[in-house]
């Protein structure tokens, strides 16, 4: 079965750092999101990206956030100074549009900002 | 407004019982995909199910049944004799028609032994 993978599975890290957050999603796929979910909370979409762009994002997704295909495998979340209020859970996603089956999460990494 | 809404925060039941989680949604598309997943306190997000707008047939899987009707824009999911292992949160979702997922706020299921 196709598999998306994240690394790190859980990170801390100090306010104000930054942080790369990475996905391997399935190997023919040609759109990826990166969803989060604060703790005790919704899932919320973050970001939508497709043939090197984003194309699309929600209004969480500010400057502080960044993705990019750093390699034609990797799909990368960076923020680049991170707050307290980025500690959540992060998942990629990637869909298969032509088969339209699940959405084929990873399995999130958790991030701590202290 | 794309929207999913699980009213229920949050339901106990003890073992054997059947339990129905419910799920309604807001589309303005005429195609599109309702989801449930299953996030258990390790936190992953486990896939169960997904239904197109076109197929309002019942679904059972083992001991998983889901019930849509577009009349109501409703998509319950029902788990028949419940264990301890399905303790979890529940989440319905909706994908749009630029294929993101809309999550619900979730329905946090606490089966007792």
């Known amino acids: 079965e196709p598999e998306v993978t994240q690394t790190p599975s859980h990170q801390v890290t100090q306010m104000g750092q930054e942080v790369i957050l990475r996905c391997v999603p399935i190997?023919?796929?040609?759109?990826f999101y990166w969803y989060r979910q604060i703790l005790g909370q919704k899932v919320e979409f973050l970001v939508s990206?497709?043939?090197?762009?984003?194309?699309?994002k929600s209004e969480i997704f500010d400057d502080q956030f960044s993705v990019e295909r750093p390699d034609g495998s990797n799909f990368t979340l960076k923020i680049r100074s991170t707050k307290l209020e980025d500690s959540a859970m992060y998942f990629c996603?990637?869909?298969?549009?032509?088969?339209?089956?699940?959405?084929?999460f990873g399995q999130g990494t958790r991030l701590t900002v202290v | 407004a794309q929207k999913v809404t699980q009213a229920q925060t949050e339901i106990s039941v003890v073992e054997k019982e059947d339990v129905t989680l419910d799920c309604v949604y807001e589309?303005?598309?005429?195609?599109?995909?309702l989801f449930w997943y299953k996030q258990p306190p390790s936190g992953e997000l486990v896939f169960l199910i997904r239904?197109?707008?076109?197929?309002?047939q019942n679904e059972i899987s083992g001991r998983y049944s889901w019930n849509f009707q577009k009349s109501t824009s409703s998509f319950n999911f029902t788990i028949t004799a419940s264990q301890v292992v399905d303790s979890a949160v529940y989440f319905c979702?909706?994908?749009?028609?630029?294929?993101?997922?809309?999550f619900g706020s979730g329905t946090r299921l606490l089966v007792r032994p």
């Open positions: 996603a990637s869909p298969d549009r032509n088969q339209n089956t699940e959405a084929f």
């Open positions: 190997s023919n796929h040609l759109y």
């Open positions: 990206f497709y043939n090197n762009e984003i194309s699309e």
């Open positions: 589309t303005r598309d005429t195609t599109y995909y």
């Open positions: 239904r197109n707008s076109f197929d309002e």
């Open positions: 979702a909706l994908m749009d028609s630029s294929y993101k997922l809309i």
